[in-house]
């Protein structure tokens, strides 16, 4: 009989065996809204082996997390981990999610108890032993609002040189999970698209004689479908094709050449990747058959050329009177006025060159706009104002016309002078820059009309687009070049005289205001750093235009001037160099909800856009006024004042209890842009109104009063 003490000194060896293999068990915990945990397949772990951990959550009722594409809102759940040295955890082994609409919205997630296997590798070297495995979780559980939730999971695994005899608590259920997780290989697919729509072609044994009613394509990039648009498959003899609505991807180009995701079919979760080629006649679907419209947003507009072109010379007429070309014209109507009382082919002349101006200058700036769509960039109409560099610059030319038309130097000779001393080359010269200055101000503009037909161009074969853009220069040129065509009109103006010269001096302050405007919208692009930028290149501008007045001076006294040219040439080149070399910072965004202008945060607070905010609101049944926008957008800026800023706006959002989103485009922003092109739109402003019982949104015209959108709220709650 072996004594006692012997007896507990050969059982210690057995209770560390046995502590060595015991199941990997872990603590719940509770975040909030979601109970979560980590959980192990196998009861312990076998150095050189691949082991599979899962991420637990359980998620309260009426809640929901995110798949890894969570459609148009929300953000996918995300485990960072802490393991032993030279252990690795590979990616998340995701289920087929579960479609999750909210308002117009179509979000991918998961409800109730979910299991999130992760591969684990464990090292040949991985010494017997407990470890303690470590993951940071971040989810966003939402219900009628969205929370952010942070759990630290911990799990302590046994190392053991042989595998377990001990099965895992969790190890049915994660072999469950792992049997149930879409396969590669299962389905053949291909895919094809046009402008209305994208077929998705899966052929194999999992696609014949299945089920079509529920094959549903989950796709992992959040910008290829329209997510929110009905799926429709069609029944094939040897497999199915299912019909999408094309997302930001393949309206804004180039199109995507692959399309990947899961395909559930049958209740079964397929993983494709299927490249763009020609659909086989056995899925069916062979003509690309454009599904049921999202009701996130209208398509863009279908005008047709006719129409299209007609709006857009209509909407470039209208754009003389926008605000922004203001200072620009009233610099074209005193050349013409200088020159109404020459010869009428000189006077047409002038016309002409104005004309040619703004077309060559429209069609660049098409061409380059059109190019970088194309290249994969969200730009619209106005994009050359999203740079800082050119916005610096355009001030820096503003401030210099305004110094010329205060007489710090000359261009060719004075207004009073132009009818008969200007050259022909000269004045033919202006007037082109005139027209070129003219479209590049008119930028921040969208008149009515033009929007529509802008959203149209860019949804067009490039050709057709040019010629959209086309027919908006010559309605943008065409009162200065049929007056110029009208000698007749012309010749009732005043003969010139020191009436010009005045008129000269007055017309350089909406240069000066336009130059003051530029520096403003710089300032919300740059923050404090750009404006400084600008603000010293400025100087160094004025100060090279003054020397070369002094330059001017000299000449008519006959006097040396070559070292003068060469200083202001030095001070224009550091001019130009201050505001074009090295990056522009964005200023630093306020934490929390965004507020209007000083002028207006009394009256009409606003947060920032986003199409989850939205969708937020409505589910809470809220009507929303959302409102994309620019620092440089003019027509924005006068509607806030006019429109927005005012007390009977402000009372109407008040007796609503409507909320206030602004989408700021004043620099580039991809999603501002998609949220453009899916309602016909290529530039800002673009005015929305979600009522407040669901559906999509009342579009407001680019024109606002007070009273419009006083109207516009008080329909929108009541539904």
């Known amino acids: 009989m072996i004594a006692r003490p012997f007896r507990r000194l050969l059982a210690a060896p057995l209770v560390l ?39 637990r959550p359980k998620i309260q009722k009426g809640w929901h997390t995110y798949w890894r594409n969570p459609g148009d809102s929300g953000d996918a759940t995300k485990i960072a981990w802490s393991l032993p040295s030279g252990w690795k955890a590979g990616d998340i082994v995701w289920p087929a999610p579960e479609k999750l609409p909210v308002g117009p919205l179509m979000n991918y997630g998961f409800e109730g108890e979910v299991l999130l296997p992760v591969p684990v590798e464990i090292p040949a070297n991985a010494k017997p032993g407990p470890v303690t495995l470590k993951a940071d979780v971040a989810y966003l559980v939402c219900s009628d609002i969205c929370v952010p939730e942070d759990v630290t999971l911990t799990l302590e695994l046994p190392v053991s040189a042989q595998p377990s005899t001990a099965k895992a608590p969790a190890a049915d259920a994660i072999a469950k999970a792992l049997a149930a997780a879409p396969k590669v290989g299962d389905l053949t697919a291909v895919f094809a698209a046009d402008p209305s729509a994208v077929k998705l072609a899966l052929t194999g044994p999992a696609a014949a004689g299945s089920k079509i009613a529920d094959a549903y394509f989950f796709p992992f990039d959040g910008a290829v479908i329209d997510h929110a648009a009905v799926q429709k498959a069609e029944r094939g003899p040897e497999g199915l094709t299912i019909s999408l609505a094309p997302g930001f991807s393949f309206r804004q180009g180039p199109a995507p050449t692959t399309l990947s995701g899961i395909v559930v079919i049958d209740g079964q979760a397929h993983e494709i990747s ?52 203001f200072p620009v014209l009233s610099l074209k109507a005193a ?15 002038q016309g002409l060159a104005f004309l040619v101006g703004v077309v060559v200058t429209f069609l660049v700036l098409a061409g380059a706009l059109l190019a970088a769509r194309a290249a994969g960039q969200a730009v619209g109409w106005g994009f050359q104002l999203q740079s800082p560099a050119v916005v610096a610059v355009l001030a820096i030319v503003m401030l210099l016309v305004a110094l010329n038309l205060s007489g710090v130097f000359e261009i060719g000779t004075s207004l009073q002078d132009a009818g008969s001393g200007l050259a022909a080359k000269q004045g033919l010269a202006g007037a082109f820059f005139t027209g070129v200055l003219a479209v590049v101000v008119a930028a921040p503009c969208t008149a009515p009309f033009m929007a529509g037909a802008i959203g149209f161009a860019l949804t067009q074969p490039p050709v057709v687009s040019l010629l959209v853009f086309l027919a908006l220069a010559l309605g943008l040129a065409a009162p200065f070049t049929a007056l110029s065509f009208a000698p007749s009109l012309l ?20 240069m000066y205001a336009a130059a003051a405007w530029l520096v403003w919208v710089l300032a919300q692009q740059g923050g404090p750093a750009g404006l400084a930028r600008l603000l010293g290149a400025a100087i160094l501008a004025a100060f090279a235009a003054w020397v070369f007045g002094l330059v001017q001076n000299r000449r008519i006294m006959g006097k040396p001037t070559l070292a003068l040219n060469i200083l202001a040439a030095i001070a224009f080149i550091a001019a130009i160099a201050r505001v074009t070399v090295g990056g522009y910072a964005a200023p630093a965004a306020a934490d929390g909800a965004q507020t209007a202008a000083t002028s207006e945060s009394a009256e009409l607070p606003s947060e920032a856009w986003s199409p989850a905010k939205v969708a937020e609101l409505q589910a809470q049944g809220r009507p929303v006024f959302v409102n994309f926008t620019a620092a440089w957008c003019v027509t924005c800026q006068v509607n806030d004042k006019v429109a927005l800023s005012t007390k009977r706006a402000a009372d109407a959002f008040t007796a609503a209890n409507a909320v206030y989103l602004k989408g700021d485009w004043t620099n580039r ?35 606002l009063t007070d009273g419009l959108v006083a109207k516009a709220i008080k329909e929108a709650a009541a539904g």
Not at 296 to 313: E, H, M, V, Y
Not at 669 to 687: D, F, Q, S, T
């Open 274 to 325: 299927a490249s763009a080629g020609t659909l086989p006649a056995s899925a069916a679907g062979l003509g690309l058959i454009p599904p049921k419209a999202s009701t996130t947003a209208p398509a863009a507009p279908d005008l047709g050329i006719g129409l299209a072109l007609g709006l857009a010379f209509l909407g470039g007429l209208i754009l003389n009177l926008m605000p922004c070309v």
């Open 335 to 349: 050349a013409l006025a200088g020159h109404a009382h020459e010869e009428p082919g000189a006077v047409r002349s």
């Open 669 to 703: 922003n991809g999603e501002i842009a998609a949220e453009l092109a899916a309602h016909g739109r290529a530039g800002v402003p673009l005015y929305l109104v979600y009522p407040a019982k669901g559906g999509p949104p009342k579009v407001l015209p680019q024109l």
């Open 491 to 510: 010749k009732r103006l005043p003969k010139p005289g020191a009436w010009m010269e005045t008129l000269r001096r007055v017309l350089a302050f909406p």
């Open 17 to 55: 065996l046995a502590l060595l293999a015991a199941p990997a068990v872990a603590a719940p915990v509770n975040s909030g809204h979601i109970e979560s945990e980590l959980v192990s397949q196998e009861a312990s772990a076998v150095p050189g082996s691949t082991g599979v951990v899962a991420l």
